[in-house]
Nanobody, 127 residues
Framework: QVQLVESGGGLVQAGGSLRLSCAAS????????MGWFRQAPGKEREFVAA????????NYADSVKGRFTMSRDNAKNTVHLQMNSLKPQDTAVYYC????????????????????WGQGTQVTVSS
C-alpha cells in the first residue's frame, strides 16, 4: 500500500500561481512513477502530468504544457506540481497518484494504470 496526501490547493486569481505537493508513505517511493490528475465538476477525470521514477521523463497534457511543471524529491518522498499562469478552466480537484508499472524512463498518462490515489485538493481559479 502507498498512502498519498495532497496539499497546496486554494483560491487564486487568473494568471496566478500555486504549488501542489503530494507526500507519500508506505512502500518504496522510488519504485513508483507518479502522476497528477484533475476532475472538474460534471467532467471526467483527466490527466495533467506524470513523472518517471528517476525524474528522467515527464509527461504533460497539452492543456498545461509550458505552464505546469512536475517534479519529485525521492529523498523526501514527495512530488510537486508548480502551476503558473493559471486559468479559470484549471479549476478542479487535483489528485496525486502512484503507478507501480512506471520505471526510470516511463510515466503513464492513463489513470487506469495508477493503483494508489490521494484524497484530492481543490484548486479554484477566479476570472
Amino acid at each position: 500500500q502507498v498512502q498519498l496526501v495532497e496539499s497546496g490547493g486554494g483560491l487564486v486569481q487568473a494568471g496566478g500561481s500555486l504549488r501542489l505537493s503530494c507526500a507519500a508513505s508506505g512502500r518504496t517511493f522510488t519504485n513508483y512513477a507518479m502522476g497528477w490528475f484533475r476532475q472538474a465538476p460534471g467532467k471526467e477525470r483527466e490527466f495533467v502530468a506524470a513523472i518517471s521514477t528517476s525524474s528522467a521523463s515527464t509527461n504533460y497534457a497539452d492543456s498545461v504544457k509550458g505552464r505546469f511543471t512536475m517534479s519529485r524529491d525521492n529523498a523526501k518522498n514527495t512530488v510537486h506540481l508548480q502551476m503558473n499562469s493559471l486559468k479559470p478552466q484549471d479549476t478542479a480537484v487535483y489528485y496525486c497518484a502512484a503507478d507501480r508499472q512506471g520505471n526510470e524512463y516511463y510515466a503513464s498518462a492513463q489513470s487506469l494504470e495508477y493503483a494508489y490515489w490521494g484524497q484530492g485538493t481543490q484548486v479554484t481559479v477566479s476570472s
